[in-house]
T-cell receptor
Framework: KAGVTQTPRYLIKTRGQQVTLSCSPI?????VSWYQQTPGQGLQFLFE???????NKGNFPGRFSGRQFSNSRSEMNVSTLELGDSALYLC??????????????FGPGTRLTVT | AQSVTQPDIHITVSEGASLELRCNYS??????LFWYVQSPGQGLQLLLK??????LVQGIKGFEAEFKRSQSSFNLRKPSVHWSDAAEYFC??????????????FGQGTTLQVKP
């Protein structure tokens, strides 16, 4: 099976712009979670989607949003970019949430640089 | 609220030496615990997990971890480190499986350097 794929891998944007990142989960996986990784704050949970519904959300401003499509692919959007949004954005997919313990498989991430 | 602490930010070991990376968690119920490894510029790879049962769990790449409820710890070990083990290691706890969400709480990470 192919792993979790994220596009693009690298992105440079200017303050005030908006950006959309994409994540394709492992085939058959229906849950997608997003994390932000920065040197100062470490790995922080952004949100989780399951069957096109947001099930959980981290403590991030409303500029951060996401959605999931019927094929389980997910996108996250950041509007009005700030310098502090520069980070590695990681996507993880899960096979069977809600059925007890499960594993999350991470993609390679999208490195976003805001100038 | 759940939390994970990795007391060591940076560890250096010689190739062939043993390794132990510390992880302490704060969680009221039985925790679901994970260790992930991240090589530079890469995503996270799952090394091993603890859900229940035997407190000594085996993972990939020769790693193992021991769950000690009395110490709220889940330390990662490897008997003999290879140069390719140099990476950043993250301990994580699942926030709450009973609520059926996939949120992981991560520690700050430990960077492992391996000396030849």
């Amino acid at each position: 099976k192919a792993g979790v794929t994220q596009t693009p891998r690298y992105l440079i944007k200017t303050r005030g712009q908006q950006v959309t990142l994409s994540c394709s989960p492992i085939s058959g996986h229906r849950s997608v979670s997003w994390y932000q990784q920065t040197p100062g704050q470490g790995l922080q949970f952004l949100f989780e989607y399951f069957s096109e519904t947001q099930r959980n959300k981290g403590n991030f401003p409303g500029r951060f949003s996401g959605r999931q499509f019927s094929n389980s692919r997910s996108e996250m959007n950041v509007s009005t970019l700030e310098l502090g949004d520069s980070a590695l954005y990681l996507c993880a997919s899960t096979s069977s949430p809600g059925q007890g313990p499960y594993e999350q498989y991470f993609g390679p991430g999208t490195r976003l640089t805001v100038t | 609220a759940q939390s994970v602490t990795q007391p060591d930010i940076h560890i250096t070991v010689s190739e062939g030496a043993s390794l132990e990376l510390r992880c302490n968690y704060s969680y009221g119920a039985t925790p679901y615990l994970f260790w992930y490894v991240q090589s530079p510029g890469q995503g996270l790879q799952l090394l091993l997990k603890y859900f229940s049962g035997d407190t000594l769990v085996q993972g990939i790449k020769g790693f193992e971890a021991e769950f000690k409820r009395s110490q709220s710890s889940f330390n990662l070990r490897k008997p003999s480190v290879h140069w390719s083990d140099a990476a950043e290691y993250f301990c994580a706890v699942a926030e709450d499986y009973s609520s059926n969400t996939g949120k992981l709480i991560f520690g700050q990470g430990t960077t492992l350097q391996v000396k030849p």
